[in-house]
């Protein structure tokens, strides 16, 4: 039997979910042009809830980097690539503000954080190299749909699944099509608030 996120339930190959709670058939082929580096703190991977599965197997040009303290060699590494220009997807704090931020240059490599609001700025705190990237901030991001099954601490908080399609929507333009996997996150979701809701007549969840 396969195991994975401490689960001793057998478990999908391809997306590492419990065969019971399988991604693979909303997953959405989505080309892109800018890589994608998610850097995903240990307690998310473990989350039921987490939406960076279904992007990893949807985006084209997406690796996850499972942690939360990287070796400042090995964060260079994965931070920049020859020929790319590297922006980190992350607003302007008080408690790590972001340097001045060139044009944007294509091709990019954009940094996503996926973890909780206080252990991302915490990495950020904890590694110098990371808050000094330019930054790609979301001023106005959309609606989130993931209010139904996690609660955010602020109003403009949304999915790293929906920031990161919303920012590759913004430096993409039209030829980028955002609406196909979009859809496929809202099913997601719609399928853990299901599997949340207390059971008719056991009071379970």
């Not at 333009?173 to 949340?196: E, K, T």
């Amino acid at each position: 039997m396969n195991t994975a996120l401490n689960s001793p339930r057998a478990v999908c190959a391809r997306c590492l979910r419990p065969q019971s709670t399988c991604l693979c058939a909303l997953v959405q082929p989505t080309d892109h042009r800018t890589e994608v580096l998610v850097l995903q703190h240990p307690q998310e991977q473990r989350q039921a809830k987490n939406s960076v599965a279904l992007l990893r197997l949807s985006l084209a040009r997406c690796d996850v980097v499972v942690g939360d303290r990287f070796a400042p060699a090995q964060l260079q590494a994965l931070l920049h690539r020859p020929g790319r220009d590297t922006r980190l997807l992350y607003p302007d704090v008080p408690a790590a503000p972001a340097a001045p931020a060139p044009a944007v240059a294509e091709p990019l490599r954009l940094v996503v954080i996926d973890a909780t609001w206080r252990k991302s700025l915490r990495m950020l705190l904890e590694h110098p190299a990371l808050a000094a990237l330019p930054r790609l901030s979301l001023d106005a991001p959309e609606p989130t749909r993931y209010r139904a099954i996690r609660a955010a601490r602020r109003s403009d908080q949304v999915s790293t699944l929906e920031a990161t399609v919303q920012a590759l929507s913004r430096l993409e333009g039209p030829s980028f099509d955002a609406a196909p996997l979009l859809d496929a996150f809202g099913r997601f979701v719609a399928g853990v608030a299901a599997r949340q809701r207390p059971k008719e007549g056991t009071g379970q969840a």
